[in-house]
C-alpha cells in the first residue's frame, strides 16, 4: 500500500473520530464572530495557546501532557488587540488567558492585589468591618490598564475565547474555525502557537477503563461474566504493559505505545486557510544545534509563510524568524538591559542556537556574547522588562500588511 495523500489521511482521522462535544457551539459562536469582523473589514487572527493531552484510556483517568502554561499565546493576543486585530483565541482550557493573565494562577494570584479598604463609619458604609475591597496601592495604575484594554476589547467583541483539552478537540476546533475563515480572504492570520502534542493512541487500540496496575483476579472476573458485564474487564483490554519474566515482581510495568499524529499543516495550508490568508508556525527545540534546521525544514515542508524558532529554555527572550525570503533567518531579542527574570530560563543560553549556525557554516560571526544577567535587584528587572510578543507581534503585522498589499 502505498503513502496516503495529506487529504486521506484528513478524511481517515476526522471520518474515524468523534468530534468534540462543544464543536458545534463554537462553531456558531465563530461564525457570528467571523461574520462581525468580515462586514467591518477587519483583519482576524486565530492564536493557538497552550498544550494539548493525549489520554491514556477512553474514560480519562490518565493523560500525557505537556509544559506550555499559554503565557505566548495569551501575551501575544492581547498585542494583536492592542494593533487591531480581531482574535479567536483557541486555547487549552485552564490556561493562561488574555488580560486576566496578569492576575491569575499561583504566580500572579488576584488575591494578593487586593486590599480591604479601611472605613471610617463616617463614609456611610457598612461600618468598619465591612471596608470595600480596592485594588492596593501601588497595583492601580497597572491594573486600571489592563482593565481598559479588556473592557474595550469585550465591548467591541474583539475576543472570542475557545477551549480545547485533548489533541483531537484541538484538531477538530482548528480546522472548523479555519473553514468558517475563509471570508476574511487575506485579511485572515494563522498563529500556531499551541504545544500540539507529536503521538497519541490511535482510537482502536484505547481501552474504555481505567489501566490497572495489577492483575483482577479471576473471581472477580467470572463474577462479573455472571452478571453479563464480560465486557467490563476482558483481559485483553486491561493494558498493563508487558509481564516480565525476570526478575519476579509483583508490580507491572506499563508500556504505552504511541503513533505519530498526522500532520494537519499540510492541509491548513492548502486545503483549510482562505486563500492569500498568512500562516505562522511555531517550532520549539531543547537543543540549539538543531532549531534552525528544523524550522527550516518545516517551512519547506509546508511552504506557508514563517516558522518562528523558539528553545525552550530562552523563549521569553529570543526566537527566531525563518522565512522564504531573504533574510531567510532573523533574530528577534530582547535586550539584555530589558529581560525580566525568568525561573524557567536559562540566559546563559541566549546565543546559542544562532550561534551553532555560524559554526556549522564556518563563519565566525558575532560571538554570542549575551550571559551574564544585569545585576540589578529583581523587582527593578521586571519592572523595566518587556515581553519579547511587544516585538514579535508588530514585526508579524508588518509582514501581514504587506501580503495584504500585494494581493489588493
Ligand atoms: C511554541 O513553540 C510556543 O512558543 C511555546 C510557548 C509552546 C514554546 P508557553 O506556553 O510556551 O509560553 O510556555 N509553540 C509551538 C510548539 C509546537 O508544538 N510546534 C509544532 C512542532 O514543533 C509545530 S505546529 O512540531
Redesign the pocket.
Known amino acids: 500500500m502505498g503513502e496516503m495523500s495529506p487529504a486521506q489521511a484528513e478524511s481517515m482521522y476526522f471520518n474515524n473520530y468523534p468530534p468534540p462535544k462543544a464543536l458545534q457551539k463554537h462553531e456558531s459562536l465563530a461564525r457570528a464572530f467571523i461574520d462581525y469582523h468580515v462586514e467591518a473589514n477587519r483583519r482576524l487572527v486565530l492564536v493557538t495557546?497552550?498544550?494539548t493531552t493525549v489520554p491514556l484510556e477512553n474514560q480519562t483517568v490518565r493523560f500525557i501532557d505537556?509544559?506550555?502554561?499559554?503565557?505566548?499565546?495569551a501575551?501575544s493576543a492581547e498585542y494583536f488587540l492592542q494593533a487591531g486585530y480581531a482574535v479567536i483565541f483557541l486555547h487549552r482550557q485552564f490556561?493562561?488567558l488574555p488580560y486576566s493573565r496578569h492576575y491569575s494562577h499561583s504566580t500572579n494570584c488576584f488575591l494578593d492585589f487586593m486590599d480591604e479598604a479601611t472605613c471610617s463609619s463616617s463614609a456611610g458604609g457598612e461600618g468598619p468591618n465591612h471596608g470595600p475591597i480596592v485594588v492596593r496601592d501601588e497595583y492601580q495604575d497597572e491594573m486600571r490598564d489592563v482593565l481598559r484594554q479588556y473592557r474595550y476589547a469585550k465591548k467591541n467583541n474583539l475576543l472570542l475565547l475557545l477551549p480545547f483539552t485533548t489533541v483531537s478537540e484541538y484538531l477538530f476546533e482548528l480546522r472548523s474555525l479555519a473553514q468558517l475563515m475563509r471570508p476574511l480572504g487575506p485579511n485572515a492570520l494563522f498563529y500556531?502557537?499551541?504545544?500540539?502534542s507529536?503521538f497519541f493512541i490511535p482510537r482502536d487500540r484505547m481501552v474504555e477503563h481505567k489501566i490497572q496496575s495489577s492483575e483482577i483476579p479471576d473471581s472477580v472476573r467470572q463474577q462479573q461474566q455472571q452478571q453479563g458485564q464480560e465486557d467490563a474487564i476482558d483481559p485483553a483490554d486491561v493494558y498493563t504493559g508487558e509481564n516480565e519474566a525476570q526478575p519476579p515482581t509483583n508490580s507491572k510495568k506499563l508500556i504505552i505505545d504511541l503513533d505519530p499524529v498526522p500532520k494537519f499543516?499540510h492541509r491548513l495550508v492548502d486545503g483549510w486557510a482562505p486563500d492569500g490568508s498568512m500562516i505562522v508556525?511555531?517550532?520549539?527545540?531543547t537543543d540549539p544545534g538543531i532549531l534552525v534546521y528544523?524550522a527550516r525544514t518545516?517551512l519547506q515542508r509546508y511552504s506557508h509563510h514563517l516558522v518562528?524558532g523558539?528553545l525552550?529554555s530562552t523563549?521569553?527572550w529570543e526566537?527566531v524568524f525563518v522565512t522564504p525570503d531573504p533574510p531567510h533567518e532573523r533574530w528577534i531579542r530582547v535586550p539584555k538591559s530589558k529581560r525580566s527574570k525568568s525561573i524557567s530560563g536559562v540566559e546563559d543560553q541566549v546565543g546559542l542556537a544562532e550561534h551553532s549556525r555560524q559554526l556549522a557554516a564556518g563563519g565566525g560571526g558575532d560571538q554570542a556574547n549575551e550571559s551574564r544577567p544585569l545585576a540589578a535587584d529583581e523587582s527593578e528587572l521586571s519592572r523595566n522588562g518587556i515581553e519579547i510578543e511587544s516585538l514579535i507581534i508588530p514585526e508579524l503585522i508588518k509582514m501581514h500588511s504587506q501580503m495584504i498589499k500585494a494581493r489588493t
Do not use: M, P, Y
Open positions: 495557546s497552550g498544550g505537556n509544559f506550555s502554561a499559554g503565557t505566548r499565546g501575551t490556561s493562561l500556531l502557537a499551541a504545544a500540539v507529536d499543516l508556525s511555531f517550532k520549539l527545540e528544523k518545516a518562528i523558539n525552550l523563549r521569553k526566537v
